[in-house]
Antibody
Framework: QLQLQESGPGLVKPSETLSLTCIVS??????????WGWIRQPPGKGLEWIGS???????YYNPSLKSRVTISVDTSKNQFSLKLTSVTAADTAVYYC?????????????WGQGTLVTVSS | AIQMTQSPSSLSASVGDRVTITCRAS??????LGWYQQKPGKAPKVLIY???TLQSGVPSRFSGSGSGTDFTLTISSLQPEDFATYYC?????????FGQGTKLEIK
């Protein structure tokens, strides 16, 4: 059964780079069956899709974050990563990684449990 | 980007009630819409995908309908475990966009 687990610092200073990793277990990240994505949720607010990556390296980003976001895949470690540069307090959120089936019909799942990242000096 | 307008933003209901949540897309998205349930401190989980297909293991009291721009999630008889926040998500194109959420509370 496919499982995802986020990891990374829980505190990042303003103007620095947020870096998170999602470890995939129970299946190969190189599977053509899935896209891999990041979604975030500021405290008490709704969900925002950040971006997705296919095992081939094709990436899709939210235009609202595109200039600051990089998502990459490391097939040797069966994980994918998120980097968000020049963070501000507005980037404080729970960050989720999730798989999304690559063929229709599709949906987001499974999800990691989420990791809270706070941007503060 | 496609805007997803979800309503209501909050809803108070009793166990056994029938409730309906709606999502309207700013342009046609075929049936590329999912409904997700999120409980406090937990990741969302899919209930419905392709607008009307019940995810495996989800109780049959949940149902979805719609196509194009207008979609509904219906819970036929609320159970205590259904009190949560519900989101629609369009994955018709990029960027994927969520509705604002509906918080379902106990009356």
């Amino acid at each position: 059964q496919l499982q995802l687990q986020e990891s990374g610092p829980g505190l990042v200073k303003p103007s620095e780079t947020l870096s998170l990793t999602c470890i995939v277990s129970g299946g190969s990240i190189s599977s053509s069956s899935y896209y891999w994505g990041w979604i975030r949720q500021p405290p008490g607010k709704g969900l925002e899709w950040i971006g997705s990556i296919y095992y081939s390296g094709s990436t899709y980003y939210n235009p609202s974050l595109k200039s600051r976001v990089t998502i990459s895949v490391d097939t040797s470690k069966n994980q994918f990563s998120l980097k968000l540069t020049s963070v501000t307090a507005a980037d404080t959120a729970v960050y989720y990684c999730a798989g999304r089936k690559a063929v229709t019909p599709n949906w987001f799942g499974p999800w990691g449990q989420g990791t809270l990242v706070t941007v503060s000096s | 980007a496609i805007q997803m307008t979800q309503s209501p933003s909050s809803l108070s209901a009793s166990v056994g009630d029938r409730v309906t949540i709606t999502c309207r897309a700013s342009q046609g998205i075929r049936d590329d819409l999912g409904w997700y349930q999120q409980k406090p401190g937990k990741a969302p989980k899919v209930l419905i995908y392709a607008a009307s297909t019940l995810q495996s293991g989800v109780p049959s009291r949940f149902s979805g309908s719609g196509s194009g721009t207008d979609f509904t999630l219906t819970i036929s008889s609320l159970q205590p475990e259904d009190f949560a926040t519900y989101y629609c998500l369009q994955d018709y194109n990029y960027p994927h966009t969520f509705g604002q959420g509906t918080k379902l509370e106990i009356k």
